[in-house]
């Protein structure tokens, strides 16, 4: 692939499942509070961080290039 992404985690809406993390281990982690944090917001595109975006049971994980932007996930409707 080749791109470089900006994996954002929106706070208000992370449930602490903790999905993420076996997901794509390394790449997130849960604080004290069971908040998920993306361990580099910045990462090259890679399918465990997708797939992790993906199994997030409330869509709290944005995933947007981080040269132009776009949208990687969630896809729009
Ligand atoms: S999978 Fe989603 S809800 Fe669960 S810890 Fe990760 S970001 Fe939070």
């Known amino acids: 692939m080749g791109d470089r ?20 281990p390394g790449a997130f982690r849960l604080d004290s509070a069971r908040q998920s944090h993306p ?9 465990k961080v997708l797939a992790a975006a993906e199994g997030c049971p409330v869509e709290a994980i944005t995933i947007t290039l981080l ?10 409707d």
């Open 5 to 24: 992404w900006h994996v954002e985690v929106d706070r208000g809406v992370c449930i602490g499942s903790g999905m993420c993390v076996n997901h794509a």
């Open 39 to 47: 361990a580099d917001p910045e990462t090259d595109a890679n399918e």
């Open 67 to 76: 040269d132009s932007g776009e949208v990687v996930f969630p896809p729009e």
